[in-house]
C-alpha cells in the first residue's frame, strides 16, 4: 500500500503516459498513441484516467484494484460489510498497488473497526456509500486521507458536501448492485454537479463505455466509477459460470429486488435495494417480501444449497449497462478501450458544433 506504482509528479506521469505507444493487448499491429482526458479528478487523485473500480464486495478483490490503478484508474476493493478480514486480506492481495478501500456506512456504524483496519495500510482513498458519512469523515481526514462519497440523491450530495467529500460519486439506480430507488444518472449527475461547487463529481451506474464515459463528463461529472463492466474481467473475483450469465444477460432482463437480501437476511434499508439479473426465486418473492422474511431460514437453506451454476436462484448483482459486456478482457483493456472511446466520442461532439458556443450555454 505504502508504495506507489503511480509513481512521480502528475506532470511527470502525464509526459510519460502521453509519450508511451497506445497499443491494445493483443493487438501488436495498433501503434497509435494513448489518448489522455484529464480533469479535476485525475488531478485530486494522481492518477492518469477518471476511472474508478466501484469497490463491489463480490468481484473487486485485491487482484482486481491492483489491475485498474496500475492501467492508470483507481481501484478500490469491497470491504463486504465492513469486515476487517476481508479489508486486510484484499489489501494484502493488492500488494503494493496503490488502491483505496470501500464502505457500506450502515454496516460500518456496527463495525467501526474495519476503517481502521483500512487506515492502517494508508490507502489512497475511502470511499463511502449507504448513509451519513458524517460520523466517519473526521476520523479519515485526520488520517490524511482522500474521501469519496457515493451517493443516490441530491440531498445526500449535499450532507456529503458538508461532511467533507473530497470527491462525491452520483449513483443512479440504473447502477448494477445496490442504489437508491428514485433518481437515474443522467438527472442525477448535473444536479450534483450544480449543488457541490467544487468537489469533482464522478458518475456511476450504466456506464460500461467510453461513450458513457463522455457523456458523464459532458454532464459535468469529472469521471466514471464502474461495477457492472468490471464484474466480467480476468481479474473480477466472480466465478466463470458468473461471468458467461453476465455476458449472455441484456439490461432489460435486470430489476430493482430486496429479496436476494431478505432471504440472506442482510440488513439493508428498504430505500437501498439491488439491481440484479430477474430470476426464478426473484419473479416468486417479489411483493411478497415480508412473507420471505418470515421463511427466511428455510429460504436461505435452499439458497445456500444452490448449485453455483443454478441462476434460477442464485442472484447476479448487475446494471443497465449489462447490454455492453460482451466480453471478459483484462481490466487494463477495459480502461484502454474505454478512454479511447471516449476520446473519439468527444471529438466526434465537438465535429457537431458550428459557430461559437456560448458561455451560458
Ligand atoms: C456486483 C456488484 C457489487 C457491488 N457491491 C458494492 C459494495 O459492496 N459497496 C458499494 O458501495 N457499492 C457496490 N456496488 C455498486 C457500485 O458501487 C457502483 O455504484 C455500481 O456498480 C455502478 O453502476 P454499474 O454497475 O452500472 O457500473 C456493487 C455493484 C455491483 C455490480
Redesign the pocket.
Known amino acids: 500500500m505504502l508504495g506507489n506504482s503511480v509513481g512521480g509528479s502528475h506532470a511527470t506521469r502525464m509526459a510519460d503516459v502521453a509519450q508511451r505507444p497506445y497499443s491494445a493487448p493483443n493487438d501488436a499491429t495498433r501503434d497509435t498513441k494513448m489518448p489522455m482526458i484529464e480533469t479535476a479528478l485525475t488531478r485530486l487523485l494522481g492518477i492518469e484516467h477518471p476511472i474508478l473500480l466501484?469497490?463491489?464486495?463480490?468481484?473487486a478483490g485485491g487482484k482486481l484494484a491492483a489491475a485498474v490503478t496500475n492501467a492508470g484508474g483507481l481501484g478500490l476493493v469491497?470491504s463486504?460489510y465492513a469486515n476487517a478480514d476481508a479489508v486486510r486480506k484484499e489489501l494484502a492481495e493488492a500488494g503494493n498497488t496503490r488502491v483505496g478501500v470501500?464502505f457500506?456506512l450502515w454496516a460500518l456504524e456496527k463495525n467501526p473497526a474495519a476503517l481502521e483496519a483500512a487506515l492502517d495500510a494508508r490507502p489512497a482513498a475511502i470511499?463511502l456509500?449507504?448513509g451519513d458519512p458524517t460520523p466517519f469523515t473526521g476520523r479519515i481526514k485526520d488520517a490524511g486521507c482522500k474521501i469519496i462519497c457515493?451517493v443516490q440523491t441530491l440531498a445526500q450530495a449535499k450532507q456529503a458536501a458538508a461532511a467533507g467529500a473530497d470527491v462525491i460519486?452520483a449513483?443512479g439506480r440504473?447502477?448494477?448492485?445496490?442504489?437508491g430507488t428514485t433518481r437515474g444518472t443522467m438527472g442525477l449527475v448535473p444536479a450534483v454537479v450544480d449543488a457541490v461547487g467544487s468537489i469533482p463529481v464522478v458518475a456511476?451506474?450504466?456506464?460500461?463505455d467510453g461513450r458513457g464515459l463522455a457523456a458523464a463528463l459532458a454532464l459535468g461529472a469529472a469521471g466514471v466509477?464502474?461495477?457492472?463492466?468490471f464484474?466480467a474481467t480476468r481479474e473480477s473475483l466472480w466465478d466463470q459460470a458468473m461471468k458467461a450469465t453476465t455476458l449472455a444477460a441484456g439490461g432489460d432482463q435486470t430489476e430493482q429486488t430486496r429479496v436476494f437480501d431478505v432471504v440472506r437476511g442482510a440488513a439493508w434499508p428498504a430505500i437501498y435495494p439491488g439491481r440484479a439479473l430477474r430470476n426464478a426465486f426473484s419473479v416468486r418473492w417479489n411483493g411478497r417480501e415480508d412473507e420471505l422474511a418470515a421463511d427466511q431460514p428455510a429460504q436461505e437453506k435452499i439458497v445456500l444449497a444452490t448449485a453455483p451454476d443454478d441462476f434460477d436462484t442464485r442472484v447476479v448483482?448487475?446494471?443497465?449497462?449489462v447490454d455492453l459486456v460482451n466480453d471478459i478482457p483484462g481490466a487494463a483493456e477495459v480502461i484502454e478501450r474505454i478512454v479511447a472511446q471516449a476520446a473519439e466520442t468527444l471529438a466526434r461532439g465537438a465535429r457537431l458544433v458550428h459557430g461559437t458556443p456560448s458561455r451560458s450555454a
Do not use: L, N, V, Y
Request: hydrophobic share 35%.
Open positions: 466501484a469497490p463491489m464486495g463480490s468481484a469491497g463486504g470501500g457500506i470511499m456509500s449507504f457515493q460519486i449513483q440504473d447502477a448494477g448492485g445496490h442504489s456511476a451506474g450504466g456506464i460500461a466509477s464502474m461495477g457492472t463492466r464484474t448483482w448487475t446494471g443497465e449497462g
